[in-house]
């Protein structure tokens, strides 16, 4: 008989462990859909500050293409009227206006890209790494000159 009464004692013990086990169970899950759910706000807010900021890159990159075109135009046509009339290093000036100008440009166009990459409408392509860096060299020599 005593084993009987050992065995239903640790029975209830074993019983009043799982309880306390479901207990905590219980309540890490409580936790865990707390924690879900403010995920999924948080989500939400991510998302919806993300299509702000594609917005504003979208309107901010097209507001300056506007003046960087009309930079571009006005020193094409500054060298054409003057063409003969410019000293080398006039040229090389209007050269670097307009090298200076297109850089900027595709850097604006690049920040179009990048702003489009979330929403997929992006082509990807193959880029010369030497024409970039020959680009690069170019840009720098002539900020060190001046």
């Given amino acids: 008989m005593y084993w009987l009464t050992r065995l239903n004692r640790d029975k209830r013990n074993l019983i009043d462990q ?25 989500n939400k807010l991510l998302k919806s500050k993300n299509e702000e900021l594609g917005n504003f890159v979208f309107i901010a990159s097209h507001d300056l293409k506007s003046p960087i075109r009309s930079l571009l135009n006005y020193t094409e046509l500054l060298e054409l009227k003057l063409k003969d009339k410019l000293s080398p290093k006039e040229s090389e ?10 850089n900027m440009y595709s850097l604006v166009n690049d920040l179009l890209d990048f702003a489009r990459l979330d929403e997929g409408r992006i082509n990807q392509e193959k880029v010369n790494v030497l024409v970039t860096i020959n680009r690069t060299l170019d840009n720098l020599v002539a900020e060190i000159e001046n």
Avoid: P
């Avoid at 799982?18 to 995920?39: A, D, F």
């Avoid at 000036?93 to 297109?102: A, H, Q, R, V």
């Fill in 18 to 42: 799982i309880k306390i086990q479901n207990k905590e169970l219980l309540h890490v899950n409580e936790q865990l859909q707390n924690s879900s759910g403010t995920i999924s706000t948080q």
């Fill in 93 to 102: 000036l209007i050269y670097i206006i307009k090298s200076s100008g297109n």
